[in-house]
């Protein structure tokens, strides 16, 4: 099977999976990401900042890599070893210039959206309200395959055509506790007892941290799973923008993905091969071998180029951040809220 025929129109889509074993082994706690409570909460849903849910039979999942951060992770290779596959388009304040590759909220950024590209930035998502996506590739390629959402102006939303998520099953949710010992006391120092009690908030007295989360234990298994939508890719017309998008899809997930130390205390190594499934309209699987796919967006990226004017390997387009516009955009949201 070549990469074309994952366009083809029984083809629904593509699913990976990747066991994964914690780099320390399975007796030491790994640690998700962290969130804060939800001021109208006040606490974490199971007292733990991790995203933990409880299945039917008891036993725990936790997140350890979010959809919307895997999608950071896979598009960071467009502003890297893969930056020559699509246009460099960016936004520069305060002397550092960010390209939309980097933006939290693509071509929908406030950021962005604060330069003299906003007109064409609207008309992008206008165009693809009505079937065009060709204006969104020529400013941002990558949010056809991640998504965007303009939800201050049009209200366009750019579906997401990849979802990857990292995810342990069956957890222990563990705390922990520190001291902090002094090198000095009170009288080295000479501090006064009011000043003693104020230093450990500036690191000079003792400090201690008290059933702190510590990460979980994991006793099931931890998967890498992401489901390519190649029947929204296929959708994008022309064809040749269809198979551009297959290949920033392909070479997010492969290349971008696939980096397993997510953060301090979580690192992830491959644990047995990978599996990787067409789904068929009809519900059936069947695994596949994907080809090369650099050489795939290389070759997909110059027709793009060539037969539909997506700007690669132009010189970059920095638009300067303009406060005018921020302050406009600012006013305009005080007076909805009025």
Not at 97 to 116: E, K
Not at 205 to 218: C, E, L
Not at 268 to 282: S, Y
Request: aromatic share 6%; charged share 25%; glycine share 8%.
């Amino acid at each position: 099977m070549t990469i074309d025929d994952l366009l083809s129109p029984n083809m629904v889509a593509l699913h990976y999976r990747q066991k994964l074993e914690p780099v320390d082994g399975r007796d030491l706690a790994i640690f998700p990401p962290t969130y804060p409570a939800p001021s109208q909460q006040g606490a974490n849903r199971h007292d733990t900042p991790y995203v933990i849910n409880e299945l039917s039979d008891g036993s725990r999942i936790v997140s350890l890599d979010s959809v919307p951060s895997q999608a950071n992770r896979m598009e960071a290779c467009f502003a890297s070893i893969y930056a020559d596959c699509v246009p460099r388009v960016g936004v520069e304040a305060g002397g550092k210039t960010v390209m939309v590759t980097q933006l939290s909220h693509r071509l929908a950024d406030a950021a962005i959206r604060a330069t003299d590209l906003e007109e064409d930035i609207r008309s992008a998502f206008e165009d693809y309200a009505q079937g065009n996506a060709v204006s969104v590739a020529k400013i941002c390629p990558t949010a056809l395959v991640f998504g965007a959402w303009d939800s201050r102006d049009t209200r366009v939303k750019i579906p997401r055509l990849i979802r990857s998520e990292i995810v342990a099953h069956d957890v222990d949710v563990l705390t922990r506790s520190a001291q902090f010992s002094r090198t000095f006391n009170q009288e080295d120092l000479g501090l006064t007892d009011g000043e003693w009690k104020k230093g450990a908030d500036a690191g000079f007295a003792p400090t201690p941290i008290v059933d702190d989360h510590g990460g979980v234990r994991v006793r099931g298994d931890i998967f890498h799973s992401a489901v390519v939508h190649l029947g929204g890719i296929r959708h994008l017309e022309p064809k040749e923008l269809s198979a551009y998008v297959l290949g920033i899809a392909l070479v997010g997930l492969i290349y971008g993905a696939r980096d397993y130390a997510l953060r301090a205390g979580c690192w992830l190594v491959p644990e047995g091969d990978a599996e990787t499934r067409v789904v068929l309209r009809n519900g059936e699987r069947s695994e596949v071998l994907i080809g090369d796919i650099d050489e795939y967006l290389r070759e997909a990226a110059n027709k793009a180029r060539d037969e539909l004017g997506i700007p690669i390997g132009d010189p970059p387009r920095v638009a300067a951040f303009d406060v005018k516009r921020a302050r406009r955009a600012l006013n305009k949201k005080s007076k909805a809220e009025d």
